[in-house]
């Protein structure tokens, strides 16, 4: 599987931004695609996953209630919209696919077998 991220830019804080992510093949059902973001400087860190099959979703402290994931398995996407955003969430942002997680596992970027090239995302004062 192939993901393609975009939708990232310049955005002034408080704005919003919705990022795509595009897999090539059909996404397995069973699937669980995940955003993680990366600062510069900084670790890559968990955003938020979904779990396609029933929609569950997780999401990082950092972004409850001003994030939100969702899926469209008709066109093989996975969607982040991202609103109220402030300067802290300036980074590039990467989805993620993988077929085998189990939930507690959501978080770690180590247990993603599939990721895109990552979309850059800058939030200015």
């Known amino acids: 599987v192939q993901l393609q991220a975009s939708g990232g830019g310049p955005v002034q804080a408080g704005g919003s931004l919705r990022l795509s992510c595009a897999a090539s093949d059909r996404i397995a059902w069973r699937m669980v695609m995940g955003w993680f973001r990366q600062a510069p400087g900084k670790e890559r860190e968990f955003v938020a996953a979904?779990?396609?099959?029933?929609?569950?979703?997780s999401y990082a402290d950092s972004v409850k209630g001003r994030f939100t994931i969702s899926r469209d398995t008709t066109k093989n996407t996975v969607y982040l919209q991202m609103n109220s955003l402030t300067p802290e969430d300036t980074a590039r942002y990467y989805c993620?696919?993988?077929?085998?997680?189990?939930?507690?596992?959501?978080?770690?970027?180590?247990?993603?077998?599939?990721w895109g090239q990552g979309t850059l995302v800058t939030v200015s004062s």
């Open positions: 979904i779990q396609l099959s029933d929609r569950a979703t």
């Open positions: 993620a696919a993988d077929g085998t997680l189990v939930r507690s596992s959501w978080t770690q970027s180590a247990q993603y077998d599939y």
